[in-house]
């Protein structure tokens, strides 16, 4: 069974950096693609981007220019750093793996993490 | 940026059948799947590929197209199935969610 585990700080000051890794125990990150997804409390859910093991990332247009996905093939984790971070960046973190039917699913999510952005 | 439209809301009687619609240009070209999640949980795939459930999703749920627009429909609702529900599909290699759906089950 895939499992996945968010952590990183949950108070991150405004105009600094957001920083969390996501640990994949039950299954090989080397394979399928890997998200991260956040939740703004009582909102929607907002795609933030994906990663291939190999390093390939796609991030949305929206979040683009603040936004890295990296990958660490040897502990089995990949991470989100979102610069510049405002009020707006508050949320839940999720991440969660992709995989490919027709087109891609998540199918194993993360727990979430919760992440507040305060002086 | 492409978008997915959802009503914010869906009410049934338990017993009844919930029907929760998704529109979105050319929806019918980018095999939209759904998500429910539960107040304080992890969203939870129910439907992909048009119509399969992944193992554990009960037979209630199902999943169907009609041009434009993708339906979520639960047969037989359960007060377990309140929840939000989401959309998703994919429009140029970027994940696309709608703005989600509260089922409420009266």
């Known amino acids: 069974q895939v499992q996945l585990q968010e952590s990183g700080p949950r108070l991150v000051k405004p105009s600094e950096t957001l920083s969390l890794t996501c640990t994949v125990s039950?299954?090989?990150?080397?394979?399928?693609?890997w998200s991260w997804i956040r939740q703004p409390p009582g909102k929607g859910l907002e795609w933030i981007g994906y990663i291939y093991y190999i390093g390939n990332t796609n991030y949305n247009p929206s979040l683009k220019s603040r936004v890295t996905i990296s990958v660490d093939t040897s502990k089995n984790q990949f991470s989100l750093k979102l610069s510049s971070v405002t009020a707006a960046d508050a949320a839940v973190y999720y991440c969660a793996r992709a995989v490919a039917v027709t087109g891609y699913v998540f199918d194993y999510w993360g727990q979430g993490t919760l992440v507040a952005v305060s002086s | 940026s492409y978008e997915l439209t959802q009503p914010p809301s869906v009410s049934v009687s338990p017993g009844q059948t919930a029907s929760i619609t998704c529109s979105g240009d050319?929806?019918?070209?980018?095999?939209a799947c759904w998500y429910q999640q539960t107040p304080g949980q992890s969203p939870v795939l129910v439907i992909y590929?048009?119509?399969k459930r992944p193992s554990g999703i009960p037979e209630r749920f199902s999943g169907s197209y009609s041009e434009n627009t993708a339906t979520l429909t639960i047969t037989g609702t359960q007060p377990a199935d309140e929840a939000d529900y989401y959309c998703?599909?994919?429009?140029?290699?970027?994940?696309?969610f709608g703005g989600g759906t509260k089922l409420t089950v009266l």
């Open positions: 039950g299954g090989s990150i080397r394979s399928h693609y």
């Open positions: 050319k929806l019918g070209e980018k095999y």
């Open positions: 590929q048009d119509n």
């Open positions: 998703q599909a994919w429009d140029s290699s970027t994940a696309v």
